[in-house]
């Protein structure tokens, strides 16, 4: 059974960092896509960054190319998103999930349609 739950999220003021974590047990990175959304009050949740070990490819959506870093521990069974130059507007619940496929195109690494396993969430809010 694929699990996941993430941590690390909290309160940080605009500019900071923070690295959310997440726990995964019953698959491994090399098998399986692992990804970042979020969701902010009032809007769609959408796919921050994902990453496949097997295809070597790593998505980032344009609002955090430069800011955002997916990374991935098979030792730890942990993926990892560290976050820097934080912004209000990062502010939102952050889901890690997996699923088994492969796509022809980056562009559609992060397609939730693709994603068959969340964790539970992690709230992230960034002060002005």
């Known amino acids: 059974e694929v699990q996941l739950v993430e941590s690390g999220g909290g309160l940080v003021q605009a500019g900071g960092s923070l690295t959310l974590s997440c726990a995964t047990s019953?698959?491994?990175?090399?098998?399986?896509?692992v990804g970042w959304f979020r969701q902010a009050p009032g809007k769609e949740r959408e796919g921050v960054s994902c990453m496949s070990n097997r295809a070597g490819s790593v998505f980032y959506t344009d609002s955090v190319k430069g800011r955002f870093t997916i990374s991935n521990d098979n030792a730890k069974n942990t993926a990892y998103l560290q976050m820097n130059s934080l912004k209000p507007e990062d502010t939102a619940v952050y889901y890690c999930?997996?699923?088994?496929?492969?796509?022809?195109?980056?562009?559609?690494?992060?397609?939730?349609?693709?994603?068959?396993?969340w964790g539970p969430g992690t709230q992230v809010i960034v002060s002005s």
């Open positions: 019953g698959f491994t990175f090399d098998d399986y896509v």
């Open positions: 999930a997996a699923g088994h496929f492969l796509v022809s195109t980056t562009d559609r690494l992060c397609d939730e349609f693709f994603f068959d396993s």
